[in-house]
Structures are given as C-alpha cells and as structure tokens.
C-alpha cells in the first residue's frame, strides 16, 4: 500500500513568517514529487515539483527533496494571508507511472 | 493557453441512476487522469487515459469506466450511482503519461448523489 503522509496541521504563522509543511511518502521507487495548493472549493493548483535530490526554488517557494530519507517539504517564506490553503503532497512512484498519490494535506492558515 | 476543462461543473442525481462527466486538456496534452476527492478518503486516483488507451487504473469498481478520444477529449462514466459516489470529480492533463511531466487539474465537476 503506498502511503503519502502530511504533518497533520492545521498549522497556523503570523505574516512575513517562515512556513514548513513536510511530507513522508513509503514507496522507494517513487521518481516525481509535487506540491499542489487546494484553495476551499477550488481544485488543486500545481505550485512546484521536483525530481531529483536537493532544493529547488521558485519566488517565496522552495522544495527539498531527500530521497535516502523518503522526506520532501515546501518551505513559504515571508507568508501571506492569500497563501492560506491546503497544501497537498503528491508522488509518483516507479511501478504505476502517471497515478499520482496524494497525502491528506495540510492546512495552512497565515494571519496578519 | 486555455487550461482543463471540465462539464458539467455542478451535477445532481439520484441513487440508481448513471452520470457522464466530460474534460478537455490542455491544447497539445495527450494524457487525462481523473481523480475522486471527498473528505473522508481524499483525492484518490481512478484511471489514466493516453492515446486513447486506458494506462493505469485505481481502486475503484467496474461501476466507474472511462474513455478518450481521438482529439484527447475524456469522459467518465458512473453507473448505478450510489450515495458514497457524492464528490468532487478531478480531471488532470499532462503533455506525457506516465508521470513524466506535470499534472495540471481541471476545475472539476461536483457530483451530489440523492
């Protein structure tokens, strides 16, 4: 059973502040790693992926990845209220390509 | 570019009955996926069309089938609703299958079931 498994939130920063959401995932195969942002009622918005070991980052966002530990995070730097939201991890892993498995999400909530 | 799209957006219906869900990807995406999203089992994964081809399939019954067409168009299928069938329908499209390129979701269809 492939298992995706978020820090269970919800978690709450003041703005301007540092957000750290972590995920765990079971599958040693798994090759594809995304963060998707989940406004209420809204559909799940592709926010950033990576692919191999190490940071990437884009703008406010960086992911890392570290496979030996089958550990990926997004950290939000200077948080916005409009980055209130869940935030879903999602892998894909060697042996089911293209189905991606999603944790539960966190819920991010950045207050002024 | 024109992202997913998804129709209906709202849909309601009652137990026995079936339901269509139709998605159109992004222009030049090849690859749909749908995807279920209700609170109690989250978004979970339901089948994988490229080329018109079924590639992967979930955990779901044979109650749930889908197809694609010719110009990567989707539709899914639900027969025999049931009231736990009640959810938010996603569909996804990527440029390559398989997960080798990001997956980008439609604004998905919500289906209530009487």
């Known amino acids: 059973q492939k298992e995706v498994e978020q820090n269970s939130g919800p978690l709450s920063v003041p703005e301007g502040a540092i957000a750290s959401l972590n995920c765990t995932y079971s599958?040693?195969?798994?090759?594809?790693f995304f963060w998707y942002r989940q406004y209420s009622g809204k559909s799940p918005e592709l926010i950033m992926s990576?692919?191999?070991?190490g940071d990437k980052e884009d703008g406010r966002f960086t992911a890392q990845l570290n496979k030996a530990s089958q550990y990926v995070s997004l950290l939000i730097r200077d948080s916005q209220p409009s980055d209130s939201a869940t935030y879903l991890c999602a892998v894909i892993e060697g042996s089911t390509l293209g189905r991606l498995y999603f944790g539960r999400g966190t819920q991010l909530t950045v207050w002024p | 570019k024109a992202g997913v799209t998804q129709t209906p957006r709202y849909l309601i219906k009652t137990r026995g009955q079936q339901v269509t869900l139709s998605c159109s990807p992004i222009?030049?995406?090849?690859?749909v996926s749908w995807y279920q999203q209700t609170p109690g089992q989250g978004l979970q994964f339901l089948f994988e069309y490229f080329s018109e081809t079924q590639r992967n399939k979930g955990n779901f019954p044979g109650r749930f089938s889908g197809r694609q067409f010719s110009n990567s168009r989707s539709e899914m299928n639900v027969s025999t609703l049931e009231l736990g069938d009640s959810a938010l329908y996603l569909c996804a499209s990527s440029f390559l299958a398989g997960g080798l390129s990001e997956q980008f979701f439609g604004p998905g269809t919500r289906l209530t079931v009487l």
């Open positions: 990576i692919y191999s070991n």
């Open positions: 599958d040693r195969g798994s090759q594809s």
């Open positions: 222009s030049g995406h090849r690859s």
